[in-house]
C-alpha cells in the first residue's frame, strides 16, 4: 500500500481555490473537477498496458493501449463532484455509487444505496473509489468494505484535502489499498469538519446551503 500526498503546483493552486469561502458553487464545482483531472492523470500513470498491433496511414506498428478496466465509486453525495474530472482522463471508466451519510451527532456512516458495475470482480478491474473529504475516514472505510464484499481486487481512494486520522484510520482497516491525497490538512475540529479544509464539500458542490 501506498500514501502519496500530490505534490503539484496547479493542484495546490486550485486546493486554494475551493477552500475560499467566497468561491460560489459554479467555480468550486469546476476546481473540484479539475483536481480531479490532475489526480487522475497521476493514479493511473502506472495502470498496466498491453502491446497492439495497429496500423497508421504510413504502416503496421506495435503500440501499447490500457490493459485493465477501471470502475470509479464515488461516495454520494459529495464524491460525484470529480467524476466528471476523471472520466475526461479515463473515458472507458465505468461508474459505480456509494450513498453514505455521516450521522452529525457521531459521526458514524449510514448506507443508503449501492450501485456497482458487474465487472469490479474482474481480476484486471482496478476500482478507484473517489470522495473529496477524508476525515474521520469512517466513510471511506465503509465505502472500501462495501466494494471488496462485492469482489473487488485492487482498490485505491482518492481524495482532495484529508486529516491526518482519515488516513490512519483508512490505513489501519485496509492496509492493501493505495491511498492518494491532494492536500494533507492539519486536524478535525470538535464538530468533526477537516482544519483549514472548505467547509461541507456536498452543500458547496451542490449550493445546498
Ligand atoms: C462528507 C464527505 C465524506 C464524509 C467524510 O459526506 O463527502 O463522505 O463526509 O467524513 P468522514 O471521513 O468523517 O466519514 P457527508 O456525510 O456530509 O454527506 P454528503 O456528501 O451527502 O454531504
Ligand atoms: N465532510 C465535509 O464535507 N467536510 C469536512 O470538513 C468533513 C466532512
Same mark, same amino acid.
Given at each position: 500500500?501506498?500514501?502519496?500526498?500530490?505534490?503539484?503546483?496547479?493542484?495546490?493552486?486550485?486546493?486554494?481555490?475551493?477552500?475560499?469561502?467566497?468561491?460560489?458553487?459554479?467555480?468550486? %464545482?469546476? $476546481?473540484?473537477?479539475?483536481?480531479?483531472?490532475?489526480?487522475?492523470?497521476?493514479?493511473?500513470? =502506472?495502470?498496466?498496458?498491453?502491446?497492439?498491433?495497429?496500423?497508421?496511414?504510413?504502416?503496421?506498428?506495435?503500440?501499447?493501449?490500457? $490493459?485493465?478496466?477501471?470502475?470509479?465509486?464515488?461516495?454520494?453525495?459529495?464524491?460525484?463532484?470529480?467524476?466528471?474530472?476523471?472520466? $475526461?482522463?479515463?473515458?472507458? /471508466?465505468?461508474?459505480?455509487?456509494?450513498?453514505?451519510?455521516?450521522?452529525?451527532?457521531?459521526?458514524?456512516?449510514?448506507?443508503? %444505496?449501492?450501485?456497482?458495475? =458487474?465487472?469490479?470482480?474482474?481480476?484486471?478491474?482496478?476500482?478507484?473509489?473517489?470522495?473529496?473529504?477524508?476525515?474521520?475516514?469512517?466513510?471511506?472505510?465503509?465505502?472500501?468494505?462495501?466494494?471488496?464484499?462485492?469482489? /473487488?481486487?485492487?482498490?485505491?481512494?482518492?481524495?482532495?484535502?484529508?486529516?491526518?486520522?482519515?488516513?490512519?484510520?483508512?490505513?489501519?482497516?485496509?492496509?492493501?489499498?493505495?491511498? %492518494?491525497?491532494? /492536500?494533507? =490538512?492539519?486536524?478535525?475540529?470538535?464538530?468533526? %469538519?477537516?482544519?483549514?479544509?472548505?467547509?461541507?464539500?456536498?452543500?458547496?458542490?451542490?449550493?445546498?446551503?
Amino acid at each position: 500500500m501506498t500514501v502519496v500526498i500530490l505534490n503539484h503546483s496547479m493542484i495546490k493552486h486550485k486546493i486554494t481555490n475551493i477552500r475560499k469561502k467566497e468561491t460560489k458553487t459554479k467555480d468550486f %464545482y469546476q $476546481n473540484v473537477n479539475e483536481i480531479a483531472s490532475l489526480m487522475a492523470f497521476e493514479i493511473s500513470k =502506472d495502470f498496466p498496458l498491453k502491446d497492439v498491433e495497429i496500423e497508421t496511414p504510413i504502416c503496421k506498428t506495435i503500440q501499447k493501449e490500457l $490493459n485493465c478496466e477501471v470502475v470509479i465509486v464515488p461516495i454520494l453525495r459529495a464524491g460525484l463532484g470529480m467524476v466528471d474530472g476523471i472520466r $475526461n482522463i479515463i473515458p472507458t /471508466a465505468s461508474v459505480g455509487f456509494i450513498g453514505l451519510a455521516r450521522d452529525e451527532e457521531t459521526l458514524k456512516p449510514k448506507g443508503y %444505496y449501492t450501485k456497482l458495475p =458487474d465487472t469490479v470482480k474482474e481480476d484486471n478491474t482496478i476500482v478507484l473509489v473517489v470522495d473529496p473529504m477524508l476525515a474521520t475516514g469512517g466513510s471511506a472505510v465503509a465505502a472500501v468494505d462495501i466494494i471488496k464484499k462485492s469482489g /473487488a481486487k485492487k482498490i485505491c481512494f482518492a481524495s482532495l484535502v484529508a486529516a491526518p486520522i482519515g488516513i490512519e484510520t483508512l490505513k489501519n482497516a485496509h492496509p492493501d489499498i493505495d491511498i %492518494y491525497v491532494a /492536500a494533507l =490538512d492539519e486536524k478535525l475540529n470538535e464538530k468533526g %469538519y477537516i482544519v483549514p479544509g472548505l467547509g461541507d464539500c456536498g452543500d458547496r458542490l451542490f449550493g445546498t446551503k
